[in-house]
């Protein structure tokens, strides 16, 4: 009987370290989860129209100039001004961001990640494979 008088308090400290550990990481109701990831076409597609963000090339100007998605801003990963210039973009909002095959952009997502972006998707082999997509 005394040691389940000692197992009670305990039990109880333990509850609350544990609930007000997890305070911190809810917003508004939801858990303030960072996602960085890679995703298909199609996904990356479905995503944009499900949950409206940035979509953001990271291409060169040239390589933007020959195409690109709707409503893409530019902001070329080889840039020296890139973070400066990401830094701009909303925090609060999911980035859609691509290149030519995926490897920049995949690098960019790291950055962002970085740099405090919560929602970040990648579009998994570039716009090649948005185009192939597409055909």
């Excluded at 801003?73 to 973009?89: M, N, P, Q, R, T």
């Excluded at 970040?120 to 716009?127: A, D, R, W």
Aim: net charge positive; charged share 20%.
């Amino acid at each position: 009987m005394k040691s389940l008088r000692m197992l009670v308090p305990f039990a109880a400290l333990l509850t609350m370290a544990f609930s007000c550990g997890n305070a911190g990481s809810k917003q508004g109701g939801e858990a303030s989860e960072k996602i960085a990831k890679s995703v298909d076409a199609s996904t990356f597609e479905r995503m944009i129209s499900e949950k409206p963000g940035t979509v953001l090339d990271v291409r060169t100007k040239d390589e933007f100039n020959s195409g690109h998605l709707e409503n893409a801003v530019l902001i070329d990963w080889y840039s020296s001004s890139f973070a400066a210039e990401a830094a701009k973009l909303d925090k609060t909002k999911p980035i859609y961001v691509y290149c030519h095959s995926g490897g920049r952009s995949s690098s960019a997502m790291q950055k962002l990640a970085g740099m405090g972006f919560n929602e970040i998707y990648n579009l998994k082999g570039g716009i090649m494979a948005w185009n192939a997509a597409h055909r």
